[in-house]
């Protein structure tokens, strides 16, 4: 579809911060008809397939530098969907085929529907991916002060590896609520003239015996502790007493709003490219907004789908798919009644929800680790995923695996679009991670999971290819374009 921009996002865009649509269907013509025979994507693209790759690699690392938590992608998504022609879900909002809206929750999760020509009750098609990353974000009470030094304290959210947050440069951004009402939000660190927060670590000068501890002991979690500040204000006063007078005079935040903060601590670097040809995209965040952003992207470019498309973008999954915006939640369950209502309230009853829920097909996805080269014994080869050859079907195995007669059909639709795949299984005994996909398939919908394989999961900066990348943006919108 062809969208039209005001002049302001028009300026964005020959700037490159605001992501530009593109398309192409050139890949059908790609002699790789069956994927398990097929070597490198890369190998598959002609020129104007390779414009369409890297073209799509600079909007998504543009969008990842504006998205670093969960609450900046929600804003940054509502703009290109209002760009893009959706609008707020009412409770009036007419269901006619092609209509677009979006639907926020509490800021941190985001839906955004295309209806299509067929009765909900005959079920809808969902790409789902989480928008939360591994990060450190700030403790309650988080200024102290020790040694002369300004402190914030932190802990945790998703698996890390404590070392890896030593002397980066960090950004602080999310939202202070007020008992007033009102919402401050800070965004310290991405640009050239902020300042960031840093941990530092020992020097090998004074490390004798430290670093001859085990790596995951060199540093605790409790140790993960920025500096957020040096110089005094007065004899009397300690320095973290500098940093809350800072808060309190330049955005009006006291030590006990920070209570009612959700204030993240995330790596203050940009999304860069890797290596001499530019393939690969070295970025915070990848796990899971790269395929949060594919289905963003995939949903947008619908315009009359057979059945109803959703994008649905959820909280919490790094931490247990928990809380109110985690996919845990009743959310989903009461969008799906809500637009089923408005369809046809006559007819609308639980059981019908019910039906039209096991009548649904998502495609659930999140990254998974690719063969790395330093270490390639994570995974038996054949059965393996390498980067630069497609997106990946998760075939764990003991349960937990798709069916095999909606894996045959996921199949067919990706070669009938020659869109590369292969398929992910972890050594026997060395499974690890989770989704989002157990959590719709609870509810009786059909479930398979997906992902692209990326380097360095849940580290300050990860490597995923760009032509993965893309094939899975053209993966989603195959998928949510073609009803059952």
């Known amino acids: 579809m062809k969208i039209a921009f005001p002049t302001f996002y028009l300026t964005l865009l020959i700037t490159g911060l605001l992501p530009v649509f593109v398309s192409s269907n050139s890949f059908a013509d790609s002699d790789c008809t069956d994927s398990l025979d097929c070597k490198s994507s890369w190998l598959q693209l ?28 929600v804003a940054e998504a509502k703009k290109m969907a209002r760009l893009a022609g959706f609008e707020a879900l009412q409770t009036d909002s007419p269901m006619t085929a092609g209509a677009r809206y979006y639907a926020i929750n509490r800021d941190r999760t985001i839906a955004l529907m295309v209806i ?25 009470r988080p200024v102290y002060e020790k040694e002369g030094f300004a402190l914030f304290q932190t802990q945790f959210h998703g698996g890390i590896k404590t070392y890896q947050w030593t002397n980066l440069p960090l950004e602080l951004t999310g939202r202070v609520d007020r008992k007033d009402g009102s919402t401050v939000y800070l965004n310290l660190g991405m640009n050239d003239d902020d300042p960031i927060f840093i941990i530092p670590d020992m020097s090998p000068h004074t490390d004798r015996g430290y670093s001859n501890k ?32 800072f808060l309190k005079s330049e955005h009006g935040i006291t030590r006990a709003d920070l209570v009612s903060a959700e204030l993240a601590l995330t790596p203050a670097l940009k999304s860069r490219d890797v290596g001499f040809d530019r393939a690969l995209i070295a970025a915070y965040g990848q796990d899971d907004r790269l395929g949060a952003y594919a289905a963003l992207r995939a949903v947008m470019e619908l315009e009359k789908p057979a059945q109803t498309a959703i994008a649905y973008l959820v909280d919490n999954e790094e931490v247990g798919n928990v809380n109110n915006t985690g996919a ?78 909606f894996t045959a059909r996921i199949r067919r639709l990706l070669d009938d679009a020659a869109i590369p795949w292969q398929t992910t299984t972890y050594k026997v005994g060395q499974r690890g991670g989770g989704t989002i996909g157990g959590e719709f398939s609870r509810l009786d919908m059909e479930v398979i999971d997906f992902g692209v394989p990326v380097l360095s999961i849940h580290t300050p900066m990860s490597i995923s290819s760009k032509v993965d990348v893309y094939h899975l943006y053209r993966a989603c919108t195959e998928f949510l374009g073609n009803a059952r």
């Open 116 to 140: 299509g020509e067929t009765p909900m009750t005959e079920g809808v098609r969902v790409v789902g991916a989480h928008i939360d990353s591994p990060r450190l974000e700030l403790k309650a």
């Open 46 to 73: 002609n020129a104007n397939d390779n414009k369409h790759v890297f073209r799509y690699g600079d909007d998504y690392k543009n969008f990842l530098d504006l998205a670093r938590t969960e609450l900046s992608f």
């Open 214 to 245: 085990k790596v995951s002991d060199q540093v605790k979690h409790e140790e993960l502790d920025p500096i957020a500040g040096q110089r005094p204000i007065a004899t009397d006063k300690d320095v973290a007493d500098q940093v809350l007078a």
């Open 328 to 405: 845990k939640s009743t959310f989903f369950t009461t969008l799906i009644a809500s637009l089923m209502s408005a369809q046809n309230s006559s007819t609308y009853e639980e059981l019908a929800l019910r039906r039209a829920l096991a009548a649904s097909e998502m495609i659930s996805i999140d990254v998974n680790p690719g063969i790395n080269p330093k270490n390639p014994a994570g995974y038996e080869k054949s059965n393996g995923p390498k980067l630069g050859y497609g997106v990946n079907l998760k075939m764990y195995g003991q349960g937990f695996s798709a069916n095999s007669e």
